[in-house]
């Protein structure tokens, strides 16, 4: 019996690039999923490479792997904080979160070889253009963008130059690489610490703009959670307001007033003092749980670790500066990280 073999010329990026009429290095960016080229154009190159049943060479992509991994980082690189809203130039002046963020890239650009500065892009002086022709002009590298609460549509453009990274929650349609906290288990570490002091009964409080922000995690985390270490029974049901800014206190009063909760559990910072300005003493008449505090506050509840947040980011972004990867990725990827428990002074023991 007599065999015949059929030999089937291997489909490369040279092919591809014909086909395409583009460049190899076009087509090598394409398949990668690099921002550097427009998605339009991406997923034409996908699709003809698809067609003509191309197929990556598993040696070729380690070693490219490899190389990308030892690849020497660029010579005094900035990375650069987009910084949103607040029009002070000290970080002094900043919050506490924005603080920590700062000190923790700040660690890990100095071991790891950059320098970091910021910029300020709320500034209205400055344009998408401007502030392109700024960071071209300083060597950027690399940005970090933390938690926009102000929309950031007409900054997407500036992406597709740089490598990024986004730090914490922001707008739905930012499909961004991100860094940000886990808080189904930063609340089932606040309902384990709760439980063990003997609270029966906690109420959540926040704002429909944060929810928003944070795809309402904190409120389905404690829906879950309360149910769990106490009973269905006990659950109340949140307090909400329309922002940060518009709460009302005679709302609260009214809240408190009817469903009587034990402890209040909010990431919502003006909670603590309209308490206070209801005369109630925490935590004798009520609790009191942070979702966002720091360690070693007097304020119980979440520590965020917004500095290994940062550093994290930071990380990620240099294998990306590295990579050469810059721009919006077709595939997002979120890295979530843990909390940590401050025992603070605003509990006491229910037994």
């Not at 130059?161 to 089932?188: A, C, E, I, Q, Y």
């Not at 070693?296 to 990306?320: K, N, V, W, Y």
Request: with cysteine; proline share 3%.
């Amino acid at each position: 019996m007599k065999f015949t073999v059929k030999l089937v010329r291997k489909i490369t990026l040279k092919d591809i690039a014909q086909e395409a009429g583009v460049s190899a290095t076009a087509v090598s960016l394409a398949m990668r999923g690099s921002g550097r080229i427009s998605n339009d154009r991406t997923q034409k190159i996908q699709q003809i490479a698809e067609r003509l049943g191309y197929a990556r060479d598993p040696m070729m992509s380690a070693l490219c792997a490899y190389r990308d991994t030892n690849r020497p980082r660029i010579n005094n690189a900035n990375i650069y904080f987009l910084q949103f809203g607040h029009a002070s130039k000290s970080i002094k002046n900043q919050g506490t979160e924005e603080r920590d963020l700062w000190n923790g890239a700040l660690k890990e650009t100095k071991q790891l070889g950059y320098s970091l500065n910021k910029i300020w892009v709320g500034d209205p002086s400055l344009n998408p253009e401007r502030i392109r022709s700024i960071l071209k002009s300083r060597g950027v590298a690399g940005l970090i963008v933390y938690q926009a609460n102000s929309p950031i549509d007409h900054l997407k453009s500036i992406f597709n130059d740089f490598s990024v990274m986004w730090l914490g929650d922001g707008p739905k349609d930012t499909s961004l690489h991100s860094v940000r906290l886990n808080r189904f288990s930063s609340m089932k570490l606040a309902w384990e610490n709760l439980s063990t002091q003997g609270y029966q009964t906690g109420g959540l409080v926040f704002s429909e703009h944060s929810a928003d922000q944070n795809y309402g995690e904190w409120d389905a985390a404690h829906s879950h959670f309360q149910r769990k270490f106490v009973g269905r029974a006990q659950y109340i049901p949140p307090l909400t307001f329309r922002s940060n800014e518009d709460c009302d206190i005679a709302a609260l009063r009214d809240w408190l007033e009817k469903w009587k909760p034990q402890v209040i559990i909010s990431a919502f910072k003006k909670v603590y003092h309209l308490l206070q300005q209801l005369d109630l003493d925490i935590p004798n008449d009520i609790g009191y749980l942070a979702l966002s505090t720091n360690n070693g506050s007097e304020i119980t509840g979440i520590d965020q670790e917004m500095e290994s947040i940062s550093q994290t980011g930071i990380r990620l972004l240099d294998q990306l500066i590295r990579n050469r990867e810059q721009g919006i990725p077709k595939h997002q990827q979120i890295i979530e990280t843990n909390g940590q428990w401050n025992s603070g002074e605003t509990l006491k023991s229910q037994s």
